[in-house]
Antibody
């Protein structure tokens, strides 16, 4: 079955960087983008961006441009999301998710997200 | 940026009753809207895509409707496992340049 398994929880000091991994299985890794979404404690979902594992193209939410880098290693079907210059506002659970879409009569519509990884808690604290 | 607004923030419902959740977009997203359910400590779970198509294994008591800027998720005959937070998400354009989520509606036991 399609599965995304993320790396474990991290504790970082302000100003540091964190790199979260997302290992895909059960499908052709290069056939689907990977999206990253975060959720601060008690808050809603915030989309961060996506990476296309086929070629490595990326698209980041404007809020995260210059501070977030998404990469991938196709040899091990793993996507990575790195956040630099961490501050307390970056304390959150970070999720990866695979999009789905549909195409009909030459037009495509998507991405809704399914499945999701289990989430990785990143705590920023001095 | 397309902003998604959900209402109400909290909905108190008795088991067996129905719940109606709303989601509004600041500009038309056609039918490019999904709904998710999230329980504490879990990842979101896809319920609905294309505004009204139920995802695999989602019970028929969940239904979605709407298009353009106004959308509704209806949960009929609420079961104990349905008490959770629900989010809408737009995915306008292809491939999407941005995804945006609503702020969520918490469905709690009355």
């Amino acid at each position: 079955q399609v599965q995304l398994v993320q790396s474990g929880a991290e504790v970082k000091k302000p100003g540091a960087s964190v790199k979260v991994s997302c290992k895909a299985s059960g499908y052709t890794f290069t056939g689907f983008y990977i999206h990253w979404v975060r959720q601060a404690p008690g808050q809603g979902l915030e989309w961060m961006g996506w990476i296309n594992p086929n070629g490595g193209g990326t698209n980041y939410a404007q809020k995260f441009q210059g501070r977030v880098t998404m990469t991938r290693d196709t040899s091990i079907s793993t996507a990575y999301m790195e956040v630099s210059g961490l501050n307390s506002d970056d304390t959150a659970v970070y999720f990866c998710a695979r999009p789905r879409w549909t195409c009909s009569s030459g037009s495509c519509y998507g991405h809704w997200l399914d499945p999701w990884g289990q989430g990785t808690l990143v705590t920023v604290s001095s | 940026e397309i902003v998604m607004t959900q209402s109400p923030a909290t909905l108190s419902v008795s088991p067996g009753e129905s719940a109606t959740l709303s989601c509004r977009a600041t500009q038309s997203v056609s039918s490019n809207l999904a709904w998710y359910q999230q329980k504490p400590g879990q990842a979101p779970r896809l319920l609905i895509y294309g505004a009204s198509t139920r995802a695999t294994d989602i019970p028929a008591r969940f239904s979605g409707s709407g298009s353009g800027t106004e959308f509704t998720l209806t949960i009929s005959s609420l079961q104990s496992e349905d008490f959770a937070v629900y989010y809408c998400q737009q995915y306008n354009n292809w491939p999407p340049r941005e995804l945006t989520f609503g702020g969520g509606t918490k469905v709690e036991i009355k």
